[in-house]
């Protein structure tokens, strides 16, 4: 789905503030080497990754959301008071009832804001980003915060060592008002989002949901985790991936050259490599943290996106270009000048 047909004027939209959060607990593959049968080498060979960060017991989706929020509404340089919209993207919520944004609004004290959650996996920033894009370009919102979080910690299996070396806790933060329309001032210039709900069973917390209700034996045979087919995703993930992030530079008849920095879905360094292949980008111009974070779902590409605008490798003016892929499957990129 792109914005392609614009049946009206649509107000320019610009990103103004980033910002970011992780636990401070690191899981290094070492410790990992002693709860399951793995090594950091098969870790670091087949994915990239060398540490995730946990969140503490007590430390919620809604917490970590906040701290990103914080940090990204300084960055903006504007009041809480400002927002009139939040979304949340996540898949681990405080509570099924009531949104996860609900919980960041009364944190930050953003009491002129509505607030709604949604759910798109690895691809929630950027559906959020999307949402907000259509909101702000239609003038139905002023300044809108989009927050990917994610506490995966708590719906992985960790007895499932083809999973629980994949995944950590963090979240990130975008804050997005009217922009200039000016050439070389920050806009968000193309957006894309997609899914194929044929592919439910590849990527899928089954259990604990209407189709499946939580009971005893469920919760004993761990149906409450996450369940992967790793090899399916893959191959999936690098071809949607690269048509996301094609038909956007299509559209906008942007080239690779154009591009300053790619901030794929930190999910696995062979992905990354095989799309941004694809792409004709090449490694230098290619942002990844993975190894630091693992696979942190939506909040991966949101917090990728902050440590990349904030370091020296992309100046103002330049075009970031974020491509994600997720459960669903979803799929999302969106082209962004800083
Ligand atoms: N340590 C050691 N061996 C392992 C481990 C491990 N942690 N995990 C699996 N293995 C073994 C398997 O059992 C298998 O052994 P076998 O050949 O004896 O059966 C062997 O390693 C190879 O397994 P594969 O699954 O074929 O390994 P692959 O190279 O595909 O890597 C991986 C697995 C890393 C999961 C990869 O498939 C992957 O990254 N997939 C995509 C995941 C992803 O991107 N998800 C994104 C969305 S996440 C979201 O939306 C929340």
Not at 45 to 73: L, P, V
Not at 86 to 102: G, L, M, R
Not at 276 to 300: C, D, H, M, W
Request: negative net charge; glycine residues 8%; charged residues 20%.
């Amino acid at each position: 789905m792109n914005d392609l047909t614009q049946p009206f004027k649509r107000l320019p939209v610009a990103v103004i503030g980033t910002g970011s959060y992780v636990p401070e607990r690191r899981l290094t593959n070492s410790d990992l080497e002693k709860m399951v049968n793995t090594s950091n080498e098969w870790i670091l060979a087949r994915t990239g990754i060398e540490e995730r960060r946990i969140a503490a017991a007590d430390e919620t989706t809604s917490d970590m959301a906040t701290s990103a929020a914080k940090a990204a509404i300084e960055n903006a340089g504007i009041t809480p008071e400002d927002i009139d919209l939040i979304i949340v993207a996540t898949i681990t919520p405080d509570t099924y009832t009531p949104a996860t944004s609900c919980y960041v609004q009364a944190k930050i004290g953003a009491v002129n804001a509505a607030a709604f959650d949604i759910s798109a996996a690895c691809s929630g920033f950027l559906f959020g980003i999307k949402t907000a894009v259509q909101y702000i370009g239609c003038g139905q919102a002023k300044t809108v915060l989009v927050i990917a979080s994610e506490k995966l910690s708590h719906i992985v299996n960790w007895e499932d060592r083809s999973t629980c070396v994949l995944f950590g806790d963090g979240s990130g933060a975008a804050v997005l008002q009217v922009g200039t329309g000016l050439d070389e001032d920050p806009a968000v210039l193309a957006t894309d989002i997609g899914s194929d709900g044929k592919l439910t069973d590849l990527l899928i917390v089954p259990g604990g949901g209407t189709a499946m209700p939580t009971t005893e034996v469920n919760i004993h045979e761990k149906l409450y985790t996450l369940a992967m087919r790793g090899n399916e995703v893959f191959r999936h993930a690098v071809q949607h991936m690269r048509d996301s992030a094609l038909s956007l530079m299509e559209r906008t008849g942007l080239t690779a050259d154009d591009i300053a920095l790619v901030v794929p879905h930190q999910a696995n360094l062979r992905i990354i490599n095989a799309v941004t292949q694809r792409l004709g980008i090449p490694p230098e111009k290619v942002f990844i943290n993975l190894q630091k974070y693992g696979n942190t779902s939506g909040a991966a590409v949101a917090i990728a996106f902050d440590e990349a605008r904030r370091s020296d490798r992309v100046k103002k003016g330049d075009i970031i270009l974020l491509v994600a892929f997720g459960a669903g499957l979803t799929w999302s990129s969106a082209a962004i000048r800083i």
